[in-house]
């Protein structure tokens, strides 16, 4: 009866640990995933490109804030989901590289960060991405077949949600994790079986719906998402897909790859109509 009593305390106690300890991370995760940056340190214009500030609205009344910089006698827009730091002044590489592939871009800060209003939660991050598809649509007159979807790292999980909703025809996913979960284990391997995700950002598993052409790009010595999630996102992907590997880290790589990266993105672009 002792050893009984003994194992019940055991167990109650480890019951109680472990409830504690899933209060705390669910607390925690928010701050743990998104990063969120309120400054705008530069604009297009240091860039050397001509821009004009976006608002646009989403459904539940939240006002984002964004940047479209246009590329002279083109009708492609590529539709920018940054990842889950900083804000759109930090992704100027990555709008000039689009710039010189001659597409036009629509870059937005999710709620919370940079000049957007609100607070970031995964609902409400899939809420700004389709109030952006649907000012390219509306206001600038975007036919769907010339909107090419991009998301990096996080942004790409936001990217997937949107591509499934809108039925998109284009979609580039790079630096991006499968899942929430997947991406919680890879980080703490045992603690995250223990713990209750607050979020979920099933890329793998939206991909299986999507209908169009899909590129997934990733860095084999990316040290934040591991290749393997790329791949299981490819794998669970229907034809037509291509997957562009390159080198360097999970933030640098598309400049350290530079011209395979240009290339890869230039052969996907332009065999957009096949």
């Not at 040290?223 to 562009?244: D, M, Q, R, S």
């Not at 360097?248 to 990266?261: C, K, L, P, R, V």
Request: some cysteine; hydrophobic content about 40%; aromatic content about 12%.
């Amino acid at each position: 009866m002792k050893r009984k009593r003994v194992l019940i305390k055991f167990v109650t106690l480890l019951v109680a640990c472990l409830a504690i300890l899933n209060i705390i991370m669910y607390f925690l995760q928010p701050s743990m995933l998104f990063m969120p940056y309120r400054e705008i340190e530069a604009t297009p214009e240091s860039w050397g490109m001509h821009y004009s500030p976006v608002e646009i609205k989403t459904e539940d009344n939240v006002k984002l804030h964004g940047w479209f910089i246009p590329a002279k006698g083109s009708n492609k827009v590529i539709l920018f989901s940054h990842g889950n730091a900083g804000n759109i002044s930090n992704r100027g590489d990555s709008i000039k590289i689009f710039h010189e592939l001659g597409l036009n871009v629509l870059i937005f800060d999710y709620r919370g960060y940079g000049k957007s209003e609100g607070h970031p939660h995964e609902q409400g991050l899939y809420k700004d991405a389709y109030a952006a598809w649907i000012y390219l649509i509306e206001k600038k007159g975007y036919e769907k077949e010339n909107i090419i979807l991009f998301g990096r790292s996080l942004g790409g999980a936001v990217a997937m949600w949107l591509a499934v909703k809108v039925q998109a025809r284009f979609l580039i996913l790079e630096s991006t994790f499968s899942s929430f979960r997947d991406m919680a284990s890879t980080q703490l391997p045992i603690i995250s079986r223990l713990l209750v995700a607050r979020y979920r950002f099933k890329t793998a598993s939206r991909v299986s719906k999507f209908t169009g052409r899909l590129l997934v790009v990733h860095s084999v010595e990316d040290e934040i998402v591991p290749y393997k999630l790329a791949k299981k996102i490819f794998n669970a992907a229907a034809e037509p897909k291509t997957f562009l590997t390159i080198s360097g880290g999970h933030n640098e790589g598309f400049m350290i790859s530079q011209e395979t990266y240009k290339n890869g993105l230039k052969q996907f672009i332009s065999n957009r109509e096949h």
